[in-house]
């Protein structure tokens, strides 16, 4: 059913690139003119991510983790998130790695869902501090109606849940799906027992409220190099707008739907279509594709290693 679903968002994402080619191409032509500076600061941002990812792992872990494989492990997961259902590549890596220095099936799981439900909370956090911060700001955020919001969180919530009915589904193909929601939910509840450690909990809420903000910041950028002269902060709603969308869908890593998703997002903000394509690319060059190789070959060398 998932497969399914997949190729079927994969056609639909396929269509809509045909139909849009030339845009698309007017797109890529757009990029010789990018400004070299900026692109190397949504290169800097764009490392950083897997920074942010191995300092959020290594909190919601109840045992210290060695930093360096840790930091590796997130790199080669990077690669196994485009190749299965998005997150699900991440969660098994992680899960893999953590069996290996020396956790339990239970708690290896708990470590993996309590980041990934952080992850997911980051989202809406970083959304209603923008709606407190600017109580009107969602008539002012350009592209972002007012229904967006809640059509956003409703997406973060389902994407929270089957995020979490997957890794159960993953680990006990054989139990009734109840059960593995409940044990999910167990899990869970265990792993937010590092919470009690107000350094683990700054790590993990830190490294997961400072993911969306570096991919903003890598969109913004990749923006600015072309002429986009959009606010930090309208970017950030943006991406969380797209993101949390795009997340609820079965495709591995979001390919093809987070790229319309955010095409259309910048286009609803006034940005012509041609140059919101071009930064799409830009972004989506530097976030995936350029390290998607290198990030292959890693988890191969990390498999035969035995670190995961």
Not at 16 to 23: A, L, S, V
Not at 102 to 131: K, M, N
Not at 170 to 188: H, I, K, Q, S
Not at 208 to 228: K, Q
Request: with cysteine; charged share 10%.
């Amino acid at each position: 059913m998932g497969l399914a679903a997949a190729g079927l968002t994969f056609l639909a994402v396929a269509a809509i690139g045909f139909g849009n080619r030339g845009t698309l191409g007017r797109g890529f032509a757009r990029l010789g003119t990018a400004d070299p500076r900026w692109l190397a600061v949504a290169a800097v941002a764009g490392g950083l991510l897997w920074l942010t990812g191995t300092i959020s792992q290594a909190g919601a872990a109840r045992v210290r983790l060695p930093f360096v494989p840790l930091c590796a492990v997130q790199v080669a997961s990077s690669f196994a998130d485009h190749v299965m259902p998005s997150g699900c590549g991440t969660m098994a890596v992680n899960g893999r790695f953590l069996r290996r220095q020396g956790l339990s099936r239970s708690a290896a799981a708990s470590a993996v869902l309590v980041r990934t439900f952080v992850g997911w909370a980051g989202h809406v956090v970083l959304l209603f501090a923008i709606v407190v911060w600017r109580p009107n700001g969602m008539g002012r955020v350009p592209g972002v109606p007012w229904w967006a919001w809640p059509v956003g969180l409703a997406g973060l919530v389902g994407a929270g849940v089957g995020t979490a009915r997957l890794a159960r589904k993953a680990e006990a193909p054989g139990r009734l799906p109840l059960r593995r929601l409940w044990e999910a939910a167990r899990d869970l509840r265990e792993g937010f027992t590092v919470m009690r450690d107000w350094r683990r909990a700054a790590a993990l809420w830190g490294g997961s409220l400072t993911g969306p903000v570096l991919h903003s910041v890598v969109l913004y950028a990749v923006a600015r190099s072309i002429g986009v002269q959009l606010a930090l902060v309208h970017v950030l709603v943006l991406y969380l707008a797209a993101a949390a969308v795009t997340g609820i869908l079965p495709a591995p890593g979001a390919v093809g739907a987070l790229d319309v998703a955010l095409i259309a997002a910048l286009v609803a903000a006034g940005v012509p279509g041609s140059t919101a394509a071009g930064a799409t690319i830009a972004y989506r060059m530097i976030t995936v594709w350029l390290p998607l190789l290198p990030a292959g070959a890693l988890l191969v060398v990390l498999i035969r290693r035995r670190v995961v």
